[in-house]
């Protein structure tokens, strides 16, 4: 439950009622554009989809498991978290009326006191009223970054704010919510049908709709150590030069939607096009982001000087679902 700012400083209750159910949808509909300034793919990815199943399991619209159990709204989130500095920009998906605002909720409380953010969850936000009971609610905005006012008129694209690390998250992300009447929509399947062999081609996004993507390689880099999670998270983990001495060579990579079966393939070519390692490791259990690295320790003498390349593949069955390519020059 998300409590919200609005006019004469009065505070509401947003329900939500039902979670994608098959529900006659009344009234237009609002077409939605992307409601993140960032390119799917590049520097920003789809963590979440709404959750499907109504029991205590979960399940995205493709029967697949990029959600969990409750999620009621679609996460659009930064591939680094150095992202934050940047400001990342949140903007309305589609022309409205701004009914509810939040701000000043500090990024990160959650992650050192979670009590703090209690019935505050969604943490700085805004609501936009777009007519017929069609509502967009945007959660998890950077402190201080809120550009509208409650009443405010909003275009599509209109600025809301930045993408932050307010309320409950554990990472940079845009929640983004499509409520009709107080029932939780899926814009990736607004009518609820939920077709494992053929998933819906109707959705409420502007064409094309945003590409569904079922885990993959976010990005993957060079280090002289195993590097700190937290580092990789970053995006200041990757080496693109090493000395001759470095104690190793590691190969990392980072990644999201991973499935208990999935195996992570790590790759070194040394510069004479040799193969130094190949290493596979394999997932135990679902991991929405996680990391794996592997590595050798330095020849007696010095690492060859030149080009090393580096590629870490997601491997799911005989799949290969995504990879990523590095290389880090070694030299005196």
Known sequence: M???????ARFVALTVIGVCLALPLRGEA????????????EDCYIQNYVDHDPGPGYSDFTCAQLTYDGHKGTDFALITDDGLS?????????????VGVRDGMADGAFLNDPASIEGRECGNG?????????????????????TVSSDESVETGTPLGQVGLSG?????????????????IDPFDPEGNQNCEEPSQRTFWHTPAPHYQPGGMLSAGFADTVPDYDHVKSGRANAEQLPVDAPALVVWGLAFGGRAGDRVLLE??????????????DLEKPQARFYRAAGKRRPDSAWPQGIYQGRVSLLRGDQRVSTQDTTVTIRE
């Open 2 to 8: 998300y409590m919200w700012v609005l006019p004469r």
């Open 30 to 41: 609002p077409q939605l554009a992307l409601p993140i300034d960032c390119t799917l793919g």
């Open 86 to 98: 940047e400001g990342v920009m949140v903007k309305a998906t589609s022309k409205g009326r701004v």
């Open 126 to 146: 805004v609501v936009i009223d777009h007519g017929e009971g069609w509502q967009t609610q945007y959660c998890h905005l950077k402190n201080g970054s809120v």
């Open 168 to 184: 409950k998250t554990e990472f940079p992300h845009l929640h983004l919510s499509l409520r009709h009447n107080d029932n939780v």
């Open 268 to 281: 070194i070519v040394a510069p004479d096009g040799s193969t130094l390692i190949t290493h596979t490791v």
